[in-house]
């Protein structure tokens, strides 16, 4: 769990609910981690005692950010040792730079020395070994580097002491042991699995505060890191950290927005959600799922990576609210990766490179190859292309995409066919954990034709767009045909096969059908979609006192209880809010909207943060967090029931 993001789109910091770093992500968002998700501890000595903030249960933690930034403002209170520290800590929003100003509050009417640990467990490039970390006389720094990654610590005033050493080697787990008598001692220079800390030595009076400013610069050399260093040290620390405030608090307030009667609450995590999303995008076009180290432990791989499908519809959201420029960078990242035969694998890394996956390419029942995909996410690539561009009408940029990506996807869809069911060939579902013709997958199939259809159109080529069309047309009827169920009145989740041929039904309610409107398959009005939402109403709200919306019927992915169908997600939520928006005709119809956007606020941790998923039984996160889709979802339905207000009010 990561409470406190920062970042600028190529250097991520992440903090844990104990205030230590866990996360440092250079030069790509994601990409690489050069902590591997081991702490970097932060301590405080005073009057002869030793404490570090993660392991004293005697220390408050209120991890928050100050408003409408990605400026952290965490508050940590010991009473026992009379100490109160704000930290304040961002990344520079145009260099790569991690900045903190601690100020120390003195509780006690006696002056005191206070001590201040900060430690640092870098595995650069995700790997402990041939690491070196040493003192740099000229700049007068610590400096940790391998290869061509450099980061270099320094402080203001300058720190009194430091200490360099072994980690994690035989009996030397560290120099973080090396602080807790109050005093370092290392050496000046250590080569291997290496770790250190320095000491800032303050001298506080009875009720008194003293402050100063630690930072981090990244670099890819020794003379990038310096230069860095140099220049905060010119500019000051304080007026980076004004600068950058200041500039995040303008990036969140570009648009003008009415917000009608949306709470204070709802508002807030509005904004929030947008500067997170911000730190989950990389500034070469990736959007990557989450960067959460955690979930590593539990499943040997991580979430820092792009899935087309979620970064189409964060890049949705994000389009929605006015921020364009971050989306044309993402489509324009979708034209590099795409294959060249029309489609988009599992997953990638944040510089283009094809991530870790588990789809496989060959068929172990009938010894037949399998294109190892989910066709959602190029489809929905094409969808949210459409979207863009209809709102923005940049055709120069579009143009450049037509051909290149536009068209490859959309042939791609139009070929791969089940000719006798009329539907898209079998793939894997958006979850991952399916093969087979999905509900879901076919909606957006059938979005991604029509919208490439009106680019056909758009570019003068009526034959192309009118074969489009008929496919999209061609689909639905299918999807009526062999999805929809008479019997139990309502769209089944999926065709499960194996191999191409012999398939199962799966009537199992899924959240996931939500996508039979939302992308234009069919209306909202339809019948046979009101009652496929009933279903879900009925069958995947969670029936405590946390409540939300589960992904399907007896989902086992982390579920808490097995008394209870599944874990509520967000997403899965806030589609249900979707839903009601879409078929409001009045402002009372509104209502059940606005209570899921106020249940999302009130399951948000305090610093704003939104994970995968809530624990039914206590509303605590569960996986990963922040999940940028979670983030996303929220933003595209506030701004949906905006709009759909709007609409209201002037008709």
């Not at 206070?114 to 700049?139: C, M, Q, W």
């Not at 065709?495 to 069919?522: M, S």
């Amino acid at each position: 769990m990561r409470d406190i993001p920062v970042g600028n789109g190529s250097l991520l910091v992440t903090f844990d609910d104990k205030y230590q770093i866990r996360d440092v992500y250079f030069p790509h968002v994601g990409q690489e981690n050069h902590t591997e998700g081991f702490p970097f501890r932060f301590g405080v000595w005073v009057d002869g005692e030793f404490s570090w903030v993660y392991d004293d249960i005697d220390w408050k933690i209120e991890p928050k950010y100050l408003p409408e930034t990605l400026v952290t403002d965490v508050k940590l209170t010991n009473k026992t040792l009379g100490l109160e520290i704000v930290s304040n800590d961002t990344v520079a929003s145009h260099e790569n730079i991690f900045l903190r100003r601690v100020r120390v509050s003195n509780l006690l009417d006696k002056a005191r020395d206070v001590r201040v640990f900060l430690h640092h467990d870098f595995r650069i490039s995700e790997n402990k070994i041939g690491d070196t970390a040493f003192y740099e006389p000229e700049s007068r720094a610590l400096i940790h580097y391998k290869k061509d990654r450099y980061f270099l610590i320094n402080s203001a005033p300058h720190f009194d002491r430091f200490s360099t050493g072994r980690k994690a080697f035989r009996d030397q787990e560290g120099t973080w042991r090396d602080a807790e008598d109050g005093e370092l001692n290392g050496g000046a220079i250590t080569e291997g699995s290496v770790d250190s800390t320095v000491q800032v030595n303050l001298e506080i009076e009875a009720n008194g505060e003293r402050e100063f400013y630690y930072w981090i610069c990244a670099g890819k050399s020794l003379a990038e890191v310096s230069e860095l260093n140099a220049h905060i040290k010119k500019q000051t620390p304080e007026t980076y950290l004004r600068f950058t405030e200041n500039y995040w608090r303008a990036w969140v307030n570009k648009n003008d927005k009415d917000f009608a009667d949306l709470s204070p609450e709802i508002v807030e995590l509005y904004k929030r959600s947008l500067l997170i999303i911000r730190t989950q995008i990389d500034n070469d076009g990736a959007i990557l799922a989450a960067n959460d180290s955690d979930v590593a432990e539990r499943a040997t791989d991580h979430y820092s990576y792009l899935w087309t499908r979620d970064g189409a519809l964060v890049a949705h959201a994000l389009d929605l609210a006015g921020y364009s420029f971050l989306t044309r960078k993402f489509f324009a990242f979708c034209e590099k990766i795409v294959h060249r035969e029309g489609y988009f694998l599992q997953k990638y890394n944040a510089d283009g490179t094809v991530a870790s996956g588990w789809h496989a390419a060959w068929d172990v029942w009938g010894k037949k190859q399998l294109v190892p995909i989910q066709e959602d996410e190029t489809a929905l690539v094409i969808w949210a292309l459409w979207e863009h561009y209809d709102k923005f009408r940049d055709i120069e940029f579009v143009r450049r995409l037509y051909r290149s990506l536009i068209l490859k996807c959309a042939d791609f869809m139009a070929e791969f066919r089940h000719g006798e069911l009329s539907l898209p060939k079998p793939s894997w579902n958006l979850w991952e954990d399916r093969r087979g013709i999905h509900c879901f997958t076919v909606s957006t199939v059938i979005g991604g034709l029509r919208a490439a259809a009106k680019f056909a159109k758009l570019f003068g080529e009526a034959e192309r767009a009118e074969f489009y069309e008929e496919t999209a047309d061609d689909f639905t009827a299918g999807m009526i045909e062999n999805l929809y169920s008479a019997e139990r009145g309502r769209f089944l989740r999926a065709l499960e096969f194996q191999g191409d041929e012999h398939y199962t039904v799966d009537e199992a309610v899924g959240a996931e059908t939500f996508a039979l409107f939302y992308f234009g398959a069919f209306s909202a009005e339809d019948e046979k979609v009101r009652k496929t939402m009933k279903a879900i109403e009925e069958k995947l709200w969670i029936e405590t006192k946390i409540g939300g919306v589960a992904r399907f019927e007896s989902d086992g992915y982390m579920r808490i209880s097995d008394k209870i169908t599944g874990n509520p997600w967000f997403i899965c939520t806030l589609w249900l809010a979707e839903y009601r928006i879409a078929i409001a005709k009045s402002k009372k119809d509104l209502r059940g909207a606005l209570e899921i956007l106020e249940w999302t606020a009130k399951r948000a941790l305090p610093s704003g943060v939104l994970a995968e998923q809530v624990n039914p039984l206590d509303g605590s996160p569960v996986s990963v967090s922040p999940l940028t889709w979670s983030h996303s979802t929220f933003v595209a339905t506030v701004a949906n029931y905006l709009r759909k207000l709007n609409e209201i009010i002037e008709n």
